[in-house]
């Protein structure tokens, strides 16, 4: 079956640790991205990837990186440098951008130790 | 600022009392305004878009409309099953802005 696959389920981290959230897709997509949410608020973007090495960060990218190495792969790293990372982390993808569906996968609940 | 405003935040229906959902927005320009239902703990799952005034889409209970400033998901005679977090979002700029969602919960 086609679809989005995120791991960890749970994730936690420690102080002054790097993380990386992994997001894989069968879609045959070409854009991806990467969502925060937060108790009561809505879906935030992290970064997002229209094409293979490339990607645009989104609305709060502050203490995060991504790479876009393949079609498929769209990994997540939460730096140190994010201080409040508590959240789930939802990965998604479209056929060609933000203007289509999205396809989300199933979200990582990270938390700090 | 791009806004996409929900309400109400909760409901609640006893199983077959009909509602709606509202979505409004700021900003004109729309491209495409969307719904995705959310089970808890999950990811969202895609329900609707809507490109224009005046549209309208139906699948199963739900019946999602369109005007030029605001979004109504109408669910008639619900079933518990549809009891989840019913979320929107509107496209602009090349991504989505969502709204914080509507809780719905439907008592047997």
């Known amino acids: 079956d ?14 002054g ?55 498929e792969s769209f990994p997540l790293t939460v730096t140190s440098a994010q201080k409040n990372p508590t959240a789930f982390y ?10 289509e569906k999205l396809f989300f996968g199933s979200g990582t609940q990270l938390s700090v130790l | ?34 719904w995705y239902r959310q089970d ?11 490109y224009s005034a005046g549209e309208e889409k139906e699948k199963e209970r739900l019946k999602a409309t369109l005007t030029k400033k605001e979004s109504f998901l ?3 005679a619900p079933k ?3 009891s989840a977090t019913y979320l929107c979002a509107r496209g602009i700029r090349e991504k989505l802005t969502f709204g914080t969602g509507t809780r719905l919960t439907i008592i047997p």
């Open chain 1, 90 to 99: 939802l990965c998604a993808s479209s056929r060609t951008g933000a203007y």
């Open chain 1, 2 to 15: 086609g679809g989005i696959t995120q791991s960890p389920k749970y994730l936690f981290r420690k102080e």
């Open chain 2, 74 to 76: 109408h669910i008639t």
């Open chain 2, 40 to 50: 808890p703990g999950k990811g969202p799952e895609f329900l609707f878009t809507l």
């Open chain 2, 1 to 34: 600022e791009d806004q996409v405003t929900q309400s109400p935040e909760a409901l609640r229906l006893q199983e077959g009392e009909s509602s709606s959902l509202n979505c409004s927005y700021t900003v004109s320009g729309l491209r495409g305004l969307f």
């Open chain 2, 80 to 82: 518990p099953e549809d």
């Open chain 1, 17 to 71: 640790q790097n993380v990386t959230l992994s997001c894989e897709q069968n879609l045959n997509h070409d854009a991806m991205y990467w969502y925060r949410q937060d108790p009561g608020q809505g879906l935030r973007l992290i970064y997002y990837s229209q094409i293979v090495n490339d990607f645009q960060k989104g609305d709060i990218a502050e203490g995060y990186s991504v790479s876009r190495e393949k079609k």
